[in-house]
């Protein structure tokens, strides 16, 4: 069974800069592609990011390409989604993820067989 822990959230100003960590076993992190999702009061979830299982490529949504970066510490086998220069429509609770990696749809949340229990984020103007 797979087990994801997210911490890392809570409230900061417009512009300001938060890192999101999710830990989860080592073997989770060779075997599995990981994600960071969104949801938003009313909203979808929403995909976010999303890293190859070992630590491969890496996908970005284009609403936070060049402010948010996903990477993973092998040694600490934690996954991070450091957020920069955030704005008040990055309000959301932030899931990370874990699927059998197959390369594709890893931006769809119906492909994720595992998740974590959600960190808050929020962003004040």
């Known amino acids: 069974q797979v087990q994801l822990v997210e911490s890392g959230g809570g409230l900061v100003q417009t512009g300001g800069s938060l890192r999101l960590s999710c830990a989860a076993s080592e073997r989770t992190f060779s075997s599995h592609g990981l994600g960071w999702f969104r949801q938003a009061p009313g909203k979808e979830r929403e995909f976010v990011a999303a890293?190859?299982?070992?630590?491969?490529?890496?996908y970005t949504a284009d609403s936070v390409k060049d402010r948010f970066t996903i990477s993973i510490d092998n040694a600490k086998s934690t996954l991070y989604l450091q957020m920069n220069s955030l704005k008040p429509e990055d309000t959301a609770v932030y899931y990370c993820?874990?699927?059998?990696?197959?390369?594709?749809?890893?931006?769809?949340?119906?492909?994720?067989?595992?998740w974590g229990q959600g960190t808050q984020v929020t962003v004040s103007s």
């Open positions: 890293i190859r299982r070992g630590g491969g490529n890496t």
């Open positions: 993820a874990a699927r059998i990696d197959s390369g594709l749809g890893y931006s769809i949340p119906r492909t994720y067989s595992y």
